[in-house]
């Protein structure tokens, strides 16, 4: 047998094990805290630049202002981001108080991603704005997938102007207990991307709660589209949107709605429009499938988007399946 020299033996064995994840610690501007690797406005970017595959970016609590900008071109558009992540895999995560703040400082988009796998956790996202409402600058939105895998949960957008939740290209996105609250379109997916949302609410939008064009394909499950003002769920062109157990409710002008070969699919769930109507009667029924189990009655629903304690039983009742929230996020 030919025996390696040790320094190549070495080599080959650390490239069958990679190094450990390293945590990198960011600050917002007013922490005192000294334990921190990058502190300021752009020390988000900076930890992203220094981090290697499979770290973890702690952020902690504090506001964080986008001061500075890097620019993605995809097709006929610029993309532009407070925190860009191409070609990484990271986890990036946050405290209670953690908060990208665009109100103030540069329009922008809060993440945006590029060839990236990155996981959010515990975020609060608010009020990012555009510099000019229509042009080839994208800016306002919370967070924009460009052929990337996305796994977001426990994060909060609120006030975001454009859409909160992106996916572009062949974006793989999945969400657990997001919110996206008073913003403008809450997720909204093109081309060949697809999403899972689990236990997530998307409220109070001035336009659509949920958007699908082209080919993409979403399936929204335990979750609530409420009070959103250009339709709850919407699929276009060759787009598909499945609705498993969730509450659609006091959206305009129609809950469920769909264009061209769009489809939508609704089971096991709650749809009821007190506004407008549930869904557009004129529809294919190739476009819209709404099933026997789909409850069009009111569902009282508290603060937190959960069913009221004087709930009927078609919105949690212990011998069947879970309708709107489970509040665990599985």
């Known amino acids: 047998m030919t025996r390696l020299p ?7 064995l650390l490239a ?7 945590t990198v610690r960011v600050c ?7 334990g921190c690797h990058f ?8 930890a992203v630049d220094h981090a290697a595959d499979g770290d973890v970016i ?6 964080y202002v986008p001061t500075s900008v890097r620019d993605v071109a995809f097709q006929d558009i ?15 995560e946050g405290h209670v108080g953690t908060v990208l703040d665009g109100a103030d400082g540069v329009p922008s988009i809060a993440f945006v991603l590029r060839d990236a796998e990155v996981t959010f956790r515990n975020l609060e996202i608010r009020d990012f704005r555009w510099e000019e409402e229509e042009d ?3 800016d306002g939105h919370g967070i924009f997938a460009i052929d990337s895998r996305v796994r977001v ?11 909160g939740l992106t996916g572009r290209g062949t974006s793989l996105v999945e969400a657990t207990r997001l919110r996206l609250l008073d913003g403008h379109l809450g997720i909204w997916l093109e081309e060949w991307s697809q999403a899972h949302v689990r236990d997530s609410v998307i409220a109070n939008g001035d336009s659509a709660g949920i958007a699908t064009y082209d080919d993409s394909t979403l399936h929204v499950i335990n979750s609530v589209v409420a009070n959103n003002t250009d339709d709850g769920i919407f699929a276009a062109d060759n787009s598909a949107i499945v609705a498993v157990r969730s509450i659609i409710t006091n959206n305009a002008p129609y809950g469920a709605n769909a264009q061209g070969n769009g489809r939508v699919t609704v089971r096991q769930s709650v749809l009821h429009e007190t506004g407008g109507q549930a869904f557009d009667t004129g529809l294919a029924a190739s476009q819209l499938v709404v099933g026997e189990d789909v409850v069009r009655e009111a569902p009282p629903l508290d603060a937190d988007w959960l069913p009221e304690a004087n709930a009927p039983q078609f919105v949690r009742d212990a011998a069947g399946p879970v309708i709107g929230l489970t509040g665990t996020g599985r």
């Open 6 to 12: 040790a320094a190549v033996f070495l080599g080959a």
């Open 16 to 22: 069958g094990h990679p190094a450990a994840a390293e």
């Open 28 to 34: 917002a501007v007013e922490s005192a805290d000294k």
């Open 39 to 46: 502190r300021g406005e752009g020390a988000i970017q900076a």
């Open 58 to 63: 702690r952020l902690d609590p504090g506001r």
């Open 78 to 92: 610029i993309a532009r981001g407070f925190v860009v992540v191409s070609n990484k895999r990271l986890v990036i």
């Open 136 to 138: 080839d600058i994208y």
């Open 153 to 163: 949960s426990d994060v909060l957008m609120r006030g975001i102007v454009k859409m």
